[in-house]
């Protein structure tokens, strides 16, 4: 009996468990924000928000150290920026574009840096309609 209930739980796992988990931008804009009056929307969530997001700065800084990022897409971040500053700008973008909340967040958090940070070299805000290039960026969905 108890080999049957293991196997069951086992397999519905299997079935019911998706291939990847990519945090899309309504889940971050969740993690991310707050309501009317300054509080959290759930407790302790801007922990979970900007670890989120230093882990994408991290991957970035890795392919930035052996050349290999997109040029149209690359920020420089100030030495004087802090996470909750980093987390108001990703929030204000995610929320500008909650209608592409099921949209993976990864690629959402780095125009959202490049836009409020970019590289001297690299000026030009981007957006979805800049080229397509762009949008199927920020559309990435079951690529992700």
């Known amino acids: 009996m108890i080999k049957k209930l293991l196997a069951t739980i086992v397999l519905t796992a299997a079935i019911v468990t998706p291939s990847h988990a990519a945090i899309t931008i309504g889940a971050l804009t ?8 300054g509080r959290e929307l759930a407790p302790s969530a ?3 928000c900007q670890s989120y997001m230093a ?17 149209n897409i690359d920020f420089c971040l100030p030495q004087t920026a802090t996470y909750t500053d980093l987390q108001r ?7 500008a574009h909650s209608q592409f909340k099921d949209s ?4 959402a958090v780095v125009i959202a840096l490049h836009n409020d940070y970019p590289c001297a070299n690299n000026t030009a805000p981007l957006t979805a309609a800049d080229d397509q290039a762009t949008q199927d960026f920020l559309l990435l969905e079951d690529d992700y």
């Open 30 to 37: 969740q993690l991310c924000g707050y309501d009317a009056q």
């Open 46 to 48: 801007h922990a979970s």
């Open 55 to 71: 882990g994408i700065i991290d991957y970035h800084d890795l392919f930035r150290s052996v050349g290999k990022t997109t040029p």
């Open 89 to 95: 700008v990703v929030l204000e973008y995610l929320q």
């Open 104 to 107: 993976p967040a990864a690629s």
